[in-house]
């Protein structure tokens, strides 16, 4: 058996009139990520984490923000199409780690439902799967809850 470790990464400006869906849930909050997709910024940054790890292409390869058909996707359906083509390389998903830092909802809130959210999605326990929301101390472009940024590693098991 070998293990793999995949890392991955996104960021979203949040603005008014979209719907706030993260790490697959929808939290009420007047800003929602603005995307070609959702905007799901936890489940992009899972994602190209575990196709990383798999060694297979990046999110934005496998759909791209130029095709018609992913527009306004639902990205628990991208990486449900991601965790299939890991699995089809003969994958077994060990665990996650997400860090979400934003001034916009506050996670801590939505922690738990995240986790059992994505949990569902990738098929694993509940204990596999970690995330943890962070604050930017008033600094940089994220200042004042104007985008999220996301990252997450995650290990996989391949078998001989
Ligand atoms: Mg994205």
Do not use: Y
Not at 20 to 47: E, Q, R, Y
Not at 59 to 76: H, V
Not at 106 to 134: P, Q, T, W, Y
């Amino acid at each position: 058996m070998q293990l793999r470790v995949g890392l991955g990464f996104d960021v979203h400006r949040l603005v008014a009139g979209r719907p706030c869906v993260l790490g697959g849930i929808a939290i009420d909050h007047p800003t929602g990520p603005l995307g070609h997709s959702d905007g799901d910024a936890v489940l992009h940054a899972l994602a190209d984490a575990l196709l990383g790890a798999a060694g297979l292409d990046d999110l934005g390869t496998l759909f791209p923000d130029s095709d018609p058909r992913w527009k306004g996707a639902d990205s628990r359906r991208l990486l449900a199409e991601v965790c299939a083509r890991v699995r089809a390389r003969g994958a077994a998903i060990v665990n996650c780690d997400i860090v979400i830092a934003t001034e916009g909802p506050r996670i801590a809130r939505h922690r738990a439902a995240m986790r059992e959210s994505i949990a569902g999605l990738l098929g694993v326990g509940v204990d596999a799967v970690n995330v943890k929301g962070k604050s930017v101390e008033g600094m940089g472009a994220l200042a004042g809850g104007a985008g999220v940024a996301v990252q997450a590693v995650c290990l996989l098991a391949l078998g001989s």
